[in-house]
């Protein structure tokens, strides 16, 4: 970095663990001011000692949703831009369709779909006044085809590719890009435990699978990085599988 640049600033939610952190941890090695947004104070102290004096983190719950402007106007006022947005935070619920009740799936949108709207809106009218910005989104393989189970998740993720679209439509003319990344099966504790315990879920992602093993985290950190970046300066309203060919596995 050249001396007096300025830094970019990147907001990650949910950015205390998982692909949340792996974006984050991937930003802070490119020289980008990221702060993480995430309701666990402890994973928050953990990343910030991780990733070191380029990472702020703010505990928050995104389901406040009538605090996501004060929210936004506090990072402004410390920060003066935010160049970056990733929507990564969500939650899933994994039940039998019929079990699903209205609270249930009203628990999954909010968190996943208005928290999203809410974020990217306040975080856009702060770019717009630059001509400039970069939101990317996270989305899932639940909204590329039927997965059983989780049909709140599955609502809310293909709600998120179709916000990305229309706002890269709507915003991109003003200078915003807006793309999404639809993850494949990514290796963690969580998704290992979850498919050791179903043996036949598991060979159902590895044979669909053309690249025959999960993802690793940083997979998506790498890709969050190129939409991000001038490399993708001609990119927007894309939904980006990261998947090693998933989604068009047979």
Partial sequence: MRSGQRLKVAIVTGGGSGIGLAIAEEFVAR???????????LKL????KQLGDLCE??????????????????IITKHKQIDILVNNAGINMKKEFCEVTDADFLQVIQTNVLSVFSMSR?????????GSGCII??????????????IAYTAAKSAIEGMTKAMAVELS?????????APGF???????????ADPERKAKVYSRTPMGHLGEPKDIGAAAF????????????????VDGGNSIGF
């Fill in 122 to 130: 306040e975080v856009v009218k702060t770019m717009l006044p630059y």
């Fill in 186 to 196: 990514i290796h963690s504790a969580m998704s290992a435990k979850a498919l050791d």
């Fill in 173 to 181: 003319p003003k200078g915003l890009r807006i793309n999404a990344i």
């Fill in 31 to 41: 020289q980008i001011y990221t702060i993480i947004i995430g309701r666990d104070k």
């Fill in 137 to 150: 989104n996270i989305s899932s393989m639940a909204a590329q085809y039927g997965i059983p189970k989780v």
């Fill in 45 to 48: 102290r953990e990343a910030k």
């Fill in 226 to 241: 190129f939409l991000a970046s001038d490399a993708a300066k001609y990119v927007t309203g894309v939904i980006m599988p």
């Fill in 57 to 74: 983190t703010i505990a928050f719950d995104l389901a406040e949703l009538e605090n996501i402007p004060k929210l936004i106007q506090g």
